[in-house]
């Protein structure tokens, strides 16, 4: 009930090509959707997150998508460029206090 | 923007001794704090959820005797790993959630790399 799934676990892009990766969850209590950027040896840092109320939101290069209906959200970056070259997680939450769940990780590289 | 410190990044210990690991929330306070632990190339596990000025709520599987958690301040946190054995080695990140505010203020730390050999 508090999964968070991820696909794909690893991506390769060309430099200008669109990055996507997928989560689905199962708990529909869930009322927070953020998607976080980890490089090695840090800590992940907030990219963007959604609210359930909404289906898109777009900030810069990065846009979520989200289906409440089939309880899935996505991830796009656009214009893909190396310095994206992270491990990607998505994440969720029941309210503003609450402990977020992971997804299981997505390893981005971006190729010139 | 909100930061989160947290110190130190990295620490090399022998077995059976024990290592704190601080997380201070430097411009907001943070009336929650989360533990996590890393294992490479895995995502992050939840230790511990701990409130200022109460214990800790410890997920399960996650000994509380082994991994203490304090909470004392709006502004700051610890993590004890007692008696460290060489399995306890892993990357561990402090989150803070701010409090008083409409957002969802999740802030990590930088993370530390726990060697114990």
């Known amino acids: 009930q508090q999964q968070v799934k991820q696909s794909p676990q690893s991506l390769i892009v060309q430099k200008g090509g669109i990055s996507i990766i997928n989560c689905a969850y199962e708990n529909t209590a869930f009322d927070y959707f953020p998607w976080y950027q980890q490089f090695p040896g840090k800590g992940p840092a907030l990219l963007i997150a959604i609210r359930p109320d909404v289906s898109e939101k777009k900030e810069g290069r990065f846009t979520i998508s989200f289906n409440k209906s089939a309880k899935q959200f996505s991830l796009h970056i656009m214009d893909s460029q190396p310095g994206d070259s992270a491990t990607y997680f998505c994440?969720?939450?029941?309210?503003?206090?609450?402990?977020?769940?992971f997804g299981t990780g997505t390893r981005l590289q971006v190729t010139l | 923007g909100a930061v989160v410190s947290q110190h130190p990044s990295r620490v090399i210990c022998k077995s059976g001794t024990s290592v704190k690991i601080e997380c201070r929330s430097l411009?907001?306070?943070?009336?929650?704090m989360f533990w996590y632990r890393q294992f490479p190339k895995q995502s992050l596990m939840l230790m511990a959820t701990?409130?200022?000025?109460?214990?800790?709520?410890?997920e399960q599987g996650v000994e509380k005797d082994k991994f203490l958690i304090n909470h004392a301040s709006l502004t700051l946190s610890t993590l004890t790993v007692t008696s460290a054995h060489p399995e306890d080695s892993s990357f561990y990140i402090c989150?803070?959630?701010?409090?008083?505010?409409?957002?969802?203020?999740?802030?990590f730390g930088s993370g530390t790399r726990l060697t114990v050999v």
């Open positions: 701990s409130n200022e000025g109460s214990k800790a709520t410890y």
């Open positions: 989150s803070a959630s701010r409090s008083g505010t409409g957002n969802y203020g999740y802030t």
């Open positions: 411009d907001f306070q943070a009336t929650t």
């Open positions: 994440a969720a939450s029941l309210n503003r206090a609450s402990k977020l769940t």
